[in-house]
T-cell receptor, first 111, second 111 residues
Framework: GENVEQHPSTLSVQEGDSAVIKCTYSDSASNYFPWYKQELGKRPQLIIDIRSNVGEKKDQRIAVTLNKTAKHFSLHITETQPEDSAVYFCAASTNGQNFVFGPGTRLSVLP | DVKVTQSSRYLVKRTGEKVFLECVQDMDHENMFWYRQDPGLGLRLIYFSYDVKMKEKGDIPEGYSVSREKKERFSLILESASTNQTSMYLC??????????FGPGTRLTVT
């Protein structure tokens, strides 16, 4: 079955710097890769996603890149702000069914 | 707005009790999921369902069962609760567009 690894497990950056979180997956049939942000005590919320027919997607300060050959995808946050502090999860799915999540990255943005 | 609700935010049960966790979504989504979330392990899929009366095992189904008698409701059942089932339980649903919407979570403590 699918296995998703995520690195780093914790990340601290200065406000205004960029943050990059990387995930790898094992199942070449996976075709949908969402990223979720979970603030303390709240439910995970989708922040960006990418499908396997696209190499990059951007939404304001957030971007995701996908390398299907290497089976990895990354989340990039530019100009980080304190409100970006949260736990971020990547996931891989085949046709929106069996979602497998990475273990999460705790991002701290230091003022 | 999609709403995914869970029957309880906090639950305390004794070892050996039968526990029901209920999840309801109001957007006519086909797919519904149950995860447990533990520190350092991210979200792990217990079971999912892609249609009424249909269910599929996820990565950690042992000790759990599910029921989906109506499209909007997906129940997770712990036949005989054990202390290692103390966790945060998250329900989610998706349409064919694949974005997962999460419920607020149920923090279950088994003593």
């Amino acid at each position: 079955g699918e296995n998703v690894e995520q690195h780093p497990s914790t990340l601290s950056v200065q406000e205004g710097d960029s943050a990059v979180i990387k995930c790898t997956y094992s199942d070449s049939a996976s075709n949908y890769f969402p990223w979720y942000k979970q603030e303390l005590g709240k439910r995970p919320q989708l922040i960006i996603d990418i499908r396997s027919n696209v190499g990059e997607k951007k939404d304001q300060r957030i971007a995701v890149t996908l390398n299907k050959t290497a089976k990895h995808f990354s989340l990039h946050i530019t100009e980080t702000q304190p409100e970006d502090s949260a736990v971020y999860f990547c996931a891989a799915s085949t046709n929106g069914q069996n979602f497998v999540f990475g273990p999460g990255t705790r991002l701290s943005v230091l003022p | 707005d999609v709403k995914v609700t869970q029957s309880s935010r906090y639950l305390v049960k004794r070892t050996g009790e039968k526990v029901f966790l209920e999840c309801v979504q109001d957007m006519d989504h086909e797919n519904m999921f149950w995860y447990r979330q533990d520190p350092g392990l991210g979200l792990r899929l217990i079971y999912f369902s892609y249609d009424v009366k249909m269910k599929e095992k996820g990565d950690i189904p042992e000790g759990y069962s599910v029921s989906r008698e109506k499209k909007e409701r997906f129940s997770l059942i712990l036949e005989s609760a054990s202390t290692n089932q103390t966790s945060m339980y998250l329900c989610a649903s998706t349409s064919s567009e694949e974005e997962q919407y999460f419920g607020p979570g149920t923090r279950l403590t088994v003593t």
